[in-house]
Nanobody
Framework: QLELVESGGGLVQPGGSLRLSCAASGFTLNDYAIGWFRQAPGKEREGVSCISSSDSRTYYADSVKGRFTISRDNAKNTVFLQMNSLKHEDTAAYYC??????????????????????WGQGTQVTVSS
């Protein structure tokens, strides 16, 4: 059974950093495109960053570009989201997602259209002083 488990969220002051992890079981993450999404109360879900499976092309939303970095550790079957220079507006529940049905699409397209079929339960990130 395919499962994704996020971890690494928490409370951090503005300007601080967190690293989120998305650990997969039941499948090999390297065969899947992976996305990180977030949703704040009262707001729509936003595609934060996505990475393709074949060539690890990446996409970042403008709101996080230059501050967040998505990466894979194939040996650990885990994808990370390094978040630096965190802002109040980064506060949200963060979810990772996986899919391998759209191999020809760019990570940008997958992020914007939320083309992911498997989702984790999420981890909360709160940026507050």
């Amino acid at each position: 059974q395919l499962e994704l488990v996020e971890s690494g969220g928490g409370l951090v002051q503005p300007g601080g950093s967190l690293r989120l992890s998305c650990a997969a079981s039941g499948f090999t993450l390297n065969d899947y495109a992976i996305g990180w999404f977030r949703q704040a109360p009262g707001k729509e879900r936003e595609g934060v960053s996505c990475i393709s499976s074949s060539d690890s092309r990446t996409y970042y939303a403008d709101s996080v570009k230059g501050r967040f970095t998505i990466s894979r550790d194939n040996a650990k079957n885990t994808v990370f989201l390094q978040m630096n220079s965190l802002k109040h507006e980064d506060t949200a529940a963060y979810y990772c997602a996986a899919d391998r049905r759209y191999m020809g699409l760019s990570p940008q397209a997958m992020c914007i259209m939320t083309l992911f079929g498997s989702w984790g339960q999420g981890t909360q990130v709160t940026v507050s002083s």
